[in-house]
């Protein structure tokens, strides 16, 4: 979790004013006295801090308040799901930001380490060769990343929980089914699956890494490679990404 | 994946005499050239590549093949499982250890990372105080671990994949049924539980870090911590091991 | 190092059209070829790599180049240096960001990771205080941080090398006779020092974690601490951060 | 900092019996109090412990206190030292393991992460070829390593700060002058140069990661590498490790 505070804090950089300057030690005290008394949803909780900061802390313009939420499944044993075991489900988080203005509030949900891969459906070819190209065109690759998302939803009064699981499933679904020519091409589809399945978001972005695995040439121990055998590298590595807006004239920055 | 060489290497080390050291590399295109032929479970396939480094070099006196396998399941729509979409399941994973030398074998299955924890049921109390004690005794904690297990096998010819879901169950199973009385505790009862449910063990170890949890004082601020709020710390944290064999008269490292 | 294109390419998002989008594999080849015909300090290099991109991609209208240098210094043997021998010299790197357009050059230079500590002359205290202030003030803390700096270039034909070496000098030099009353007073005083010192840099942003060593509290051991056992936390910590230009009609986005 | 016990506590694995086990916390404090005390070296605050420990809790039969320490060089001006502001000298720390039982206590230093190249004197050839392998011979190769070292000291009565720094300087003063037919060699000449110019130590183990900088295949673009394009791969790598004892009777674990 972090909180960050914008604001009219120049004297404490120019003079070591520290008069309006909340310490990080009261933030954190904050924080566990608010969770005491109302958690509810990341989103809610973050709407609750910024509300108390800004009413605290006149010099304060705006605080963003950007939280990550590790999921837990309950242990099963049978049918029976366990009072007070559990597991964690990842490596994916869900995250949540909200900035809160004195005008203003913006609430942003997020997947972050969604790992994901494609085995098939997924080409890259038509690309520009010059005398510096060694990369063959492929028909059928591997495709594999570590998809991060954030959107922004159109106002704050929504069911967080039940509206990022949408979110969630729009995205897997919409990486399954595709038929891949790039990366590129796999990310657009899936922001727009996500704006066109729920009415909530008014702008999402998504980050993709090209999680390279290369084929590996077996020919020269006389073996065929039957896009089986893969190499995955950690660098140089693409990285895709793009902000798709359900409003031309509202997009802003996520 | 790691591959390590112990053998009659000294002339390397002493005069620089490379003629029996079998480079990384080529160590890595046999991984991939064998991998090509026949995969198998992670096991199966140390035990293909440790016979086939002995065949090859006579100075090897043995060779340890350390696998890590990462779980992916496949996407699903609906009731449907998509032919060629997955997402990692997490975090964590599967890993295996062979150890061949010339008359003896040993095959050492493992999970790394498994996080799981309890909500209740947990307690620390009675241990000794002296004036450099501070940490109040508790009937109720929360107990956090990010388990490692490795467990050696009786033999080589058991089905690998079953077998490790069976030791999997018999940990998370013991682990959310246990009254724990400290991490050490439940680390026992988990072991017992792997070698009481599943015949093909004759070892287990476990490795359990401590990830504390620790109540927050929430009476400054006029607020009770119903046993709700709680700081995550890193350090220090206390690492619990131990290691269990069926036949007292066999124990070996692991 | 990174090379992000930023241009006309909603076509290979929308459409899966690759005639316009340069493989990652291409760029990691031209990087390499470039490279061996001529490397210099790491701004010209991004430079040339960006006339390279510009000439090359019609679509493209803005390429960033990133560029992180890692010191090593020669290893010595008495006053005699090694020829061909070196130690690397670290934590802090050198990095160049170079932002290349059609009709604009804008070159940013930095260090990444400068871990630096002040065992005296350094306070905190007159913060606001509200209910949930448990934070002493102190006028005697041990304050640490890992910089991060970038700076801009007034032009891009300045000496890269000994530049640089004067902006770090002179944060090094008002780190350590600044009598600081928080990090965000150190920080102002060192960016105004840079500012002051080297006429080629027109903006200078800084970033401070503040990698809080908290006194342990020895008095329940019938022990005084006298300000020599401290216990560095890792969270949660302050991260402040400032940009400051020489000119206030041009600042731009570091 | 980790302090490991070793002893009779199998009943609180068996049954839960808190009533020796020292709790993570209390270990904690200790050290914070016993550092107020009296600190001094590493190896000489790891011996406090150790005697400590051992004097408190019956059923322990061996502690061992490992130790990393930071090294940090003064800041200057000129020719002035800066007599509170200090800068990391990294990326590599020094270490102190002792093990301290009932009848013998063991005395291990070491170094960590010794980043180390060598541009030229570096081969790699005359090693076994079969079907696998398709790695060139070489008599130029760039050598790099992030070496570490432990040793074990004759006795517990020596000047522990001075002679880290002869073995430090016996280490780079090999690595650089040796004409290195593979890491093995190195590894043997750089632990021999130790043995030979420190009578305290009795037993060094060195590992040596190969941290692979592959020569670029420049010439598909026409260009020729003078050894001087590499690229710096992660995985695979080879690790290399031996242990040198001055007294072949003697050998232990370190």
């Known amino acids: 979790m972090a909180v960050r505070f914008t604001g009219d804090y ?7 004013d520290n008069r309006h300057v909340l310490p990080t030690d009261t933030m954190k005290n904050t924080v566990y006295a608010l969770a005491a008394v109302e958690l509810g949803e990341p989103e809610a909780f973050g709407l609750t801090l910024g509300r108390h900061f ?9 605080v963003r308040v950007a939280i990550t939420d590790h999921a837990w499944r309950r242990l099963t044993s049978g049918d029976r799901a366990h009072g007070h075991a559990f597991m964690r489900r990842g490596p ?26 494609k085995s098939a459906h997924s080409a890259f070819a038509g690309f520009p060769r ?10 059928d690759r591997l495709l594999a990343t570590s998809m991060t998302a954030t959107w922004r ?18 995205l897997l679904e919409s990486f399954a089914g595709h038929d891949s020519l790039s990366v590129q091409h796999t990310l657009y589809a899936m922001a727009q699956a996500v704006l066109e399945a729920v009415a909530e978001v008014s702008e999402i972005k998504l980050v993709m890494p090209n999680k ?9 121990f006389g073996l065929e490679n039957r896009n089986e055998i893969f190499v995955a590298t950690e660098e140089p ?10 409003d031309r004239s509202g997009p802003r920055r996520l």
């Open 10 to 16: 120049e004297t404490s950089y120019t003079e070591g």
């Open 153 to 170: 939803y159109r106002d704050a009064a929504i069911d967080f929980g039940s509206t990022w699981y949408a979110v969630r499933a729009a």
């Open 54 to 62: 800004l009413s605290r802390n006149p010099r304060l313009k705006k």
């Open 130 to 139: 010059d005398e510096y190209t060694t990369l063959p065109e492929t028909r």
């Open 237 to 246: 590595f693409g990285l895709i990404e793009a902000t798709l807006a359900r």
């Open 92 to 117: 994916d988080t869900r995250t949540a930001i909200v900035d809160s203005a004195r005008e203003d509030t913006t609430v942003i949900a997020g997947i972050d380490d969604l790992l994901i891969l």
């Open 212 to 220: 390279h695995h290369l084929p590996v040439d077996l020919s020269k």
